[in-house]
């Protein structure tokens, strides 16, 4: 007789023994996501009937409430997305999360990283080695253009 596997892990959609490990901490987990446009960063908790999400940020609000021109899964727009996620998590008494990139693989210094770093400046708790953070030029757009950096500026201090 075959024993059905989850169907979850049939479709290769969850790792059930990386979550079961994440889970295990009893902390929130600082879920980072990106599509082919956007960025999308949550703080999760576990609950038996389902995870409930207590903060989340999309890169969509960075266009929509702070008119970011310069593209929604780039590295600064992944680093304001994190730190507006930070900044609402804050308010809502949030101080320490786990990281969780689900399937995704992560790259030294990527956009995962950058949404990382993006939390970590708003105050929020999350163990990490600092060498694979990326650099600043990188975070704020600088070697792309000095206008997106300007840009970059403008929209943190609105975040704050």
């Known amino acids: 007789m075959k024993i059905q596997e989850f169907r979850r892990k049939r479709e290769g959609k969850t790792n059930y023994k990386k979550?079961?490990?994440?889970?295990?901490?009893?902390?929130?987990?600082?879920?980072?996501?990106?599509s082919l446009k956007n960025i999308i960063v949550q703080i999760v908790e576990y609950a038996p009937d389902g995870d409930k999400v207590i903060a989340g940020a999309n890169s969509k609000e960075l266009e929509k409430k702070f008119q970011w021109k310069t593209g929604r899964s780039n590295m600064p727009s992944a680093y304001?997305?994190?730190?507006?996620?930070g900044k609402k998590a804050t308010k809502k008494d949030i101080k320490e999360a786990v990281l969780d990139l689900g399937?995704?693989?992560?790259?030294?210094?990527g956009k995962f990283y950058a949404a990382l770093k993006g939390v970590l400046d708003a105050g929020i708790d999350v163990p990490h080695s600092?060498?694979?953070?990326?650099?600043?030029?990188?975070?704020?757009g600088s070697h792309i253009s000095e206008e997106i950096s300007k840009s970059f500026e403008e929209i943190k201090k609105k975040i704050e």
């Open 80 to 85: 304001l997305t994190g730190y507006l996620l």
């Open 103 to 109: 399937l995704n693989e992560s790259a030294k210094g």
């Open 19 to 34: 979550r079961l490990n994440l889970l295990l901490s009893k902390k929130p987990r600082l879920v980072i996501r990106k």
């Open 130 to 140: 600092d060498d694979i953070l990326p650099d600043e030029k990188r975070l704020t």
